[in-house]
């Protein structure tokens, strides 16, 4: 009795575990994804910064920073450990008026020119990497 062997183009398992691979690639892709807006408003008026995550997870920890000439510049956190912490140079100056894990603003009281910068909020997500958004602030005399 002699045994037949057919051959096949293609295995079956590595077919499959070529589409789970893909399929985990996307997800993952997907996942890093901060949906933001520039503003533009009149100097010394009151400015609202807003990210929001665009997946289902929340962040552990939400980080705004300051992105100006050398390094970025801590301003602003929100955890539901430590609730709103606005660092020193900043606590007169803004406020954060929504307060989430998934979506978060920050609101300046009063512009000044100083204010005029891009802003990064960065999603610390527990499992994965944080996720970062920016947005800039643009002012304008009126």
């Known amino acids: ?21 893909l399929t ?9 994804k901060v949906i933001t807006e520039n503003e533009t408003v009149p100097l010394e008026r009151p400015a609202s910064l807003k990210c929001s995550l665009s997946t289902p997870q929340e962040a552990l ?3 705004w920073q300051k992105l100006s000439k050398g390094r970025p510049e801590n301003i602003a956190t929100y955890s539901m450990a430590h609730g709103v912490v606005i660092q020193k140079p900043y606590q007169n ?4 008026t929504q307060q989430g894990l998934s979506e978060s603003t920050i609101t ?3 512009t000044t020119p100083e204010d005029e ?6 999603f610390n997500i527990f499992g994965s990497e944080a996720v970062s958004g920016k947005t800039c602030l643009k002012l304008y005399a009126f």
């Open 1 to 21: 009795m002699e045994r037949q062997v057919h051959e096949r183009f293609f295995c079956p398992s590595s077919t499959y575990s070529l589409i789970w691979s």
């Open 24 to 32: 985990i690639v996307m997800l993952c892709w997907a996942q890093g």
């Open 61 to 63: 920890i939400v980080t």
């Open 93 to 96: 100056k803004i406020e954060m």
């Open 108 to 110: 300046f009281l009063r």
């Open 117 to 122: 910068h891009c802003y990064s909020c960065i």
